[in-house]
């Protein structure tokens, strides 16, 4: 029997790394271990749920534990040398799992490291393609453009489809029906990000009251922490009577709103996907804005710009991340159906390209297990 030892760091990861983990047990024998969440846990009590402590963003919090962070990836290729696994995947979260993929290799590790969801070095360190390439024996990727920039560096690459969008589809199908005046306040699942940008939206929202009165505000958080927050922020704001949380409903609001402003993140392509005509938003701490500038190597923060290689969805950023920025944005596609329209049409468009499976056969899951266990072969 194989074995197996993953690693992913992020709730998404964990999601995605459940999902292989199931689909690797539907087509073959193996054994898992590793870090991951609590999804993985519950498939394998082997894999230890550490996202209390790994699920961190940003350049200034991750410096903040790096002591614990030296510590783990120590413990981690001790583990993994004397375990001897057949297999590692590398389920994104690239700070760690890169640095994890060249401990290994100078410690002579001898089993295949795969990575499972690139990492998106070609916006910010193409330079480390060229590493990557020669730390791992496998890249499977969701988005199809990687696969001819990984296999350029020498790196045998798959492309499986990108999972989110099979995810998606049921809801999709489900056709229902946008309200008018439906506007989605979407600030993200960390509570760094609902500080950071909620107050913005909810600012957003007093401008477009006033020039829409008809509009109404819907958001939802990820947690019931999260909901509660946003509750006491709604209701400070003095904004109660014409913005509702919603309880786990940030997807059917993708479906329902007329219009939304997003956080970036995995959310932006859950949007593209359910066609919701978006703003996106972001803020970091300024010192990682400031490093990210200078490291960046594409236009774009969001990744369905990012595929268009043009901007589709209009992307406030920092200082541009402000009420009166965020009602001007939303105030246009509210008013203007011509613009609200060509953005359906290219949100569509995008979501296409990501639909080619890798497989006419299996989800985009199902053909990264099938590569994961052609590599242990």
């Known amino acids: 029997m194989k074995t197996l030892f993953l690693v992913s760091g992020e709730i998404s990861g964990d999601t995605h790394g459940a999902a ?16 991951g969440g609590p999804k993985m846990h519950e498939l394998a009590g082997d894999v230890e749920d550490w996202l209390e402590h790994a699920a961190v963003l940003g350049l200034w919090e991750v410096l903040k534990k790096y002591s614990y962070f030296k510590a783990k990836l120590d413990e981690t290729v001790e583990k993994i040398i004397a375990t001897q696994p057949d297999g ?35 916006a910010w360190k193409r330079g480390r393609i060229k590493t990557m390439a020669e730390l791992l024996d496998l890249m499977i990727c969701i988005f199809p453009f990687e696969k001819d920039l990984y296999e350029e560096s020498g790196l045998p690459t798959v492309f499986a489809g990108h ?48 020039r829409f009165p008809e509009v109404t505000f819907a ?27 919603r309880e786990k409903a940030s997807r059917e609001l993708m479906q329902t709103a007329y219009v939304g402003v997003v956080a970036s993140g995995t959310a932006t392509l859950e949007a593209a ?7 996106l938003v972001y803020k970091v701490a300024w010192l990682t804005a400031a490093v990210a500038r200078r490291v960046m190597s594409v236009r774009f923060l969001g990744i369905v710009n990012v595929l268009a290689d043009r901007e589709i969805v209009p992307e406030l950023l920092q200082d541009r991340a402000t009420g009166p920025g965020i009602a001007e944005g939303l105030g246009r596609l509210l008013s203007d159906a011509e613009v609200r329209k060509k953005m ?9 390209k990501l639909s ?22």
């Open 356 to 377: 080619e499976p890798g497989s006419e056969d299996m989800d985009a899951h199902g053909c990264a297990a099938e590569a994961v266990l052609a590599a242990l072969s």
């Open 273 to 279: 996907c359910l066609g919701l005509p978006y703003c």
């Open 88 to 122: 590692v995947v590398l389920i994104d979260y690239p700070g760690f799992n890169l640095r994890l993929a060249k401990a290994l290799r100078e410690r002579d590790y001898k089993g295949k490291l795969i990575y499972y969801i690139s990492p998106q070095v070609w």
């Open 163 to 210: 999972p989110l969008v099979d995810s998606m589809a049921a809801l999709r199908n489900a056709n229902l029906p946008r309200q008018e005046n439906l506007v989605a306040l979407l600030p993200g699942s960390r509570e760094r990000e609902i500080a950071k940008l909620f107050p913005e939206m909810l600012a957003a929202a007093k401008i477009l009251k006033e």
């Open 344 to 352: 359906e049409a290219d949100l569509a468009e995008v979501v296409e």
């Open 219 to 245: 958001t939802s958080g990820a947690t019931p922490v999260s909901n509660e927050k946003l509750r006491e922020m709604t209701k400070e704001a003095g904004l109660s009577e014409c913005i509702e949380v």
């Open 20 to 35: 292989l983990m199931s689909a690797i047990q539907e087509q073959g024998e193996v054994t898992f271990s590793g870090l």
